[in-house]
């Protein structure tokens, strides 16, 4: 008896139980949450790093230690704890970037499209904090308590020192929100270097035929899942004025690379792909391809310039000849998903760079798209379906946030037909989907292990002027014939350089959907590791 009071009080002395209960809590939660995610290596990383933590409390004795270091396990778990019964995972480097830049406000929108009863595990967790925090530990010279006590710090440091000589301390000695930081700090250096180099790079491309003017046009939507479009099949009429035009190359079977802006957009518009997942700042992109060849390149965006899913996105924008940020009425890109910045005011600039005099232009449209919060996006007139309950309120305005994108990328059209005798193509795609309880009886596009695919399938639709087309006939025969053809959006780099006829060291035309050597036997392997067609 007397030795497993001894081993107790040794145990409280190494594992103070405020510490205790904050490190363990987010793990108890993701057992009820998903088994399938449990790791039981985390529980000997956090009883390790906890051990560690007490010396300096212990040594100290000081009670503003020992307040400050429990307060920071409770911070952490309290953290941790929220977005396992939101987002049903593990903390991620977005996360800590969406945390750092979200205000009060933000907070409350984003808990009323994804928050529930099951946060209130967060009360009894606060006051089990509180009442543990409200004794200092106590510390005995007994010589066989300071044994287990030394006991545990051997194999505590034994265990990350182990971690560390075989260089994977960051990958499986630390705590997630530790990884997690270091993640975000590697993520702002390479945004740094690629800031540093914000310049179009001279590369090896140039226009084939010099003699006939053209603009390319593309337009990126935002967490457009082709599922709601009617156009693609969807029983509500959501897309109406596109699905009057006989004049669209609509493709059946097209799929994102991620479920994140970031990653999809700068994927689609460098080299980089998942197959050849080269950094950002030692890849070609669009802009370089279409500058060296003569082109004048244009970005619009209706998108905010600053925060956290943009920052790598604008600094690639910014290398354009004209970049232009209509969304003004937030302050980071997080706020801007909660307010309105209707995509109608990508009408004028968009006007202003078809009139540009260059002889061939890149003109890029970056929609807010079907964002959420989805009511912010479409105005009122545009409150056409309804829904009764939560779920079927928030399908409802998913689906109005196409009707009103519908009339943008139709209105988009019509203003290029206007250019009569112009040799202009557009593409129209989404940069991921959305999972508007389509599957799991989950919204959003965050996932944990296995990519919905919801997340990835998005539209993808291809315009040709009429001189295009005289132009471009074996083109247009290949575009036609592809349309039902299996693609990953990664790729499209080489299909704008097919498209405008550039000849390029850096086009693969195996690699472009619009090329009549398309290859087709490409596996599908998207960002979580799966292949998408099994």
Not at 116 to 128: D, G, H, N, Q, R
Not at 250 to 272: G, M, R
Not at 346 to 354: A, C, G, R
Not at 459 to 487: G, H
Request: glycine fraction near 2%; charge should be neutral.
């Amino acid at each position: 008896m007397n030795l497993i009071k001894t081993i107790l009080k040794a145990l409280h002395w190494i594992y103070p139980l405020p510490i205790l209960v904050s490190a363990i809590t987010p793990i108890i939660i993701n057992l009820f949450v998903d088994y399938n995610l449990f790791d039981s290596r985390l529980i000997i990383i956090n009883l390790a790093w906890i051990s560690i933590f007490s010396i300096p409390i212990a040594l100290s004795k000081n009670r503003f230690v020992y307040l400050s270091i429990c307060s920071l396990f409770f911070t952490i778990g309290f953290i941790e704890t929220i977005h396992w019964i939101i987002l049903k995972g593990p903390i991620t480097t977005t996360s800590l970037l969406v945390v750092a830049n979200t205000n009060m406000q933000e907070s409350i929108e984003f808990l009323d499209l994804k928050g529930s009863f099951e946060l209130l595990i967060l009360v009894p967790y606060t006051i089990l904090f509180l009442y543990l925090l409200k004794r200092n530990p106590t510390y005995s010279k007994s010589k066989n308590q300071s044994l287990i006590v030394v006991f545990i710090l051997i194999l505590s440091v034994g265990f990350i020192s182990e971690n560390a000589l075989k260089g994977r301390l960051v990958r499986k000695g630390i705590p997630t929100i530790a990884k997690v930081t270091f993640s975000f700090i590697e993520e702002i250096k390479l945004y740094q270097e690629v800031l540093e180099e914000n310049h179009p790079l001279k590369v090896n491309a140039q226009l084939i035929d010099q003699s006939n003017k053209q603009t390319v046009i593309l337009v990126i939507g935002e967490s457009t899942n082709r599922n709601h479009l009617s156009l693609y099949g969807s029983k509500r009429k959501t897309t109406p004025r596109l699905d009057k035009r006989a004049d669209l190359t609509v493709f059946k079977d097209v799929v994102s690379p991620y479920s994140n802006t970031i990653n999809s957009v700068l994927t689609i518009l460098s080299e980089s792909n998942l197959e050849e997942n080269l950094p950002l700042n030692k890849s070609v992109d669009a802009i370089d391809i279409f500058h060296s060849a003569g082109f004048k390149t244009f970005w619009i965006s209706n998108q905010s310039p600053v925060g956290v899913w943009d920052n790598l996105v604008t600094v690639f924008a910014k290398k354009s000849d004209h970049c232009d940020f209509v969304n003004l009425v937030s302050n980071s890109s997080f706020e801007s998903t909660l307010n309105t910045s209707l995509d109608e005011k990508l009408f004028s600039p968009f006007q202003k760079s078809l009139s540009d005099f260059s002889n061939n232009k890149l003109i890029i449209l970056h929609l807010m798209g079907n964002h959420s919060k989805y009511k912010k996006r479409y105005p009122s007139n545009y409150e056409i379906f309804q829904g009764e309950g939560d779920h079927e309120e928030t399908i409802a305005a998913y689906d109005n946030s196409v009707l009103y994108n519908d009339f943008i990328v139709d209105s988009l059209i019509r203003m290029v037909e206007k250019k009569e005798n112009e040799s202009i193509s557009l593409i129209y795609l989404s940069d991921h989907g959305e999972n508007v309880y389509d599957e799991d009886n989950k919204v959003g596009h965050d996932f944990v292990k296995n990519l919905p695919k919801s997340h990835v399938e998005i539209p993808f639709i291809v315009w040709l002027s009429d001189k295009y087309k005289r132009i471009n006939p074996e083109k247009l025969k290949s575009i036609k014939n592809n349309k039902d053809t299996p693609f990953v959006t990664d790729n499209l780099f080489h299909c704008l350089m097919d498209l405008s006829n550039i000849k390029s060291s850096y086009f693969k035309p195996k690699k472009s959907i619009f090329n009549k050597n398309f290859d087709v036997s490409r596996k599908r392997i998207l960002e979580d590791g799966r292949d998408y067609d099994q």
